[in-house]
């Protein structure tokens, strides 16, 4: 028997967004994705003298090969890594608990603020039943760990020292930002540290020739948008069923080939997704926007921030963003994971560019939730979008009815939005806008102030509804197809559909995903 442990990485979320600084949001991500594992893992086995030549990717391919049976003299090898977590199996129990200690001490060390749980449990290889009897147990230790046993994450703050303006934790160290000195909080410091590596890595999805004329930007204002009004798109997508598919794994092998598959997905996504946004930039039928510059490279107005497995978010201008969690649901649903595609749901948040970050983060996954609502009738992918001009005030229920529902309970959300082209869809919706503004064959297009009007009926009584219908059927104007009449039953399209002209550019309505 040998000794498994788990280490899971807590509130990984706040953590990430937990700064309204993008520098300290990208940092934290690359440390979750790149470093507490990969690097601390080796780091904390050679301190503790376990292990000084532990190669920690070899999971990654030798899926069936356990080291621990076949290499008498090795005393750990790496279960897989993923999804925020790790699995490392030792040989000997003390071994186990003396590598705990290193790790966590190094995590304190080097990244304050990251809460990290750990769970022991014995391992012997079985697979079938056993094996899926080891994930219960070794899981429902570390569930009873993550809530009564996290490993401390701060160094107690000293109540003399004044309040870091970024994180609220102690001032301590000073680090250059945006051509001023600023004193913050290790926490702040370490997250920025690592931004220079994350910014090379994100390179790495492009061309030679691509990175001699494009950058990514850290810097929230530099996405395209316009100064001081724009708005930015927080886009989180995760997969269904996912942990089903984890659980449903009987044997090392084929968690380890799930994890695997699951890094690829995110790894060919992204490059896709960049490579998609690049065509935009460089089409000539696509003008819309205005790229910032940054020594000499056109900023690019895409941000990516998590994308280390199903669970993907970025950041761009704002009136690109439905477009491009569209093309992000689609490359996700059409790229397998070990020969088998998955459905996947997205949330859309966009706001002011200067609006907090972590609560757009927020309505992001909640707006996700919603749509994973839908998308248990018949595991689908679906896609729902909040729009705020002034900001949110509560959760995505308590904005839902303070700002869209009418009194008799009529709401003018109409949300969430199949994927695919069937019942109430993204595609359906953006037909009607195109039909709104466009003049072609029998169609005049709607004016300006008639679309305004079309909005702004709708919280009318049923009379004016009635009147406005009759009045734009004297001028020869319908509503677009498939659309009967204003409302069905007690939800409206008309609504999403006049808001989101201002937020989703004419050239792309008909660009095929």
Known sequence: MYTALIIDTLSIQSYIFGSNKLK?????????????????????LEASGISSDFD?????????????????????????????????????????????????????????????????????????????????????????????????????????????????????????????????????KSRIDVVEASQKNLEGFL????????????????????????????????????????????????????????????????RNMIQHILALVESKNFNNLILSEDGGKKVLPIRPLISGGDDITFVCEGRLGIHLAEKLLK????????????????????????????????????????????????????IHYLISTGGFSGSYEDVLFSQYTLPGGKTLKNGPYRIDASGNSIQKLKSGMQYLITSSGSNKGWPGNKIKDLRDTLRKDEAFQKYFLAEIDARGLKLPSGYEALWTERNTPFHDMVELLDFYPQELLSYEI
């Open 207 to 270: 061309s030679a020739e691509q990175v001699q004329k494009y950058a990514f930007t850290t810097d929230l204002g530099q996405l395209g948008q316009q100064e001081d009004k724009g708005y930015v798109a927080i886009v989180h997508a995760d997969g269904n069923g996912m942990g089903i598919r984890f659980r449903q794994c009987d044997s090392l092998a084929a968690t380890r080939k799930l994890s695997k598959g699951v890094i690829d997905l995110a790894e060919t996504v992204m």
């Open 331 to 382: 490359l996700m649903t059409t790229t397998s994971i070990d020969g088998e595609t998955i459905s996947a749901c997205a949330g859309i948040a966009i706001v002011h560019t200067k609006y907090p970050f972590y609560k757009a983060y927020q309505m992001a996954e909640e707006l996700t939730h919603k749509a994973k609502e839908a998308s248990r009738q018949d595991k689908s992918s679906w």
């Open 56 to 188: 920690i990717n070899k999971w990654t391919t030798h899926f069936d090969n356990y080291l621990l049976k076949t290499d008498s003299t090795a005393k750990v090898e790496a279960g897989y890594i993923g999804g925020g977590n790790a699995l490392v199996i030792f040989r000997k129990e003390e071994e186990a608990n003396t590598f705990i200690n290193f790790h966590s001490k190094l995590v304190l060390q080097y990244f304050p603020g990251l809460k990290i749980a750990y769970a022991t449990h014995e391992f012997n290889y079985e697979e079938g039943d056993s094996y899926k009897f080891f994930l219960k147990e070794i899981n429902r230790k570390l569930y009873l760990n993550r809530s009564y046993y996290p490993s401390s994450s701060l160094p107690f703050k000293h109540g003399i020292a004044e309040d870091c303006a970024w994180s609220n934790e102690a001032q301590e160290i000073e680090v250059q930002y945006k051509n001023s000195k600023n004193i913050v909080s290790q926490m702040s």
């Open 24 to 44: 300290e949001n990208i940092g934290g991500s690359y440390i979750i994705e790149h470093l507490v594992y990969k690097k601390m893992i080796p780091l904390a």
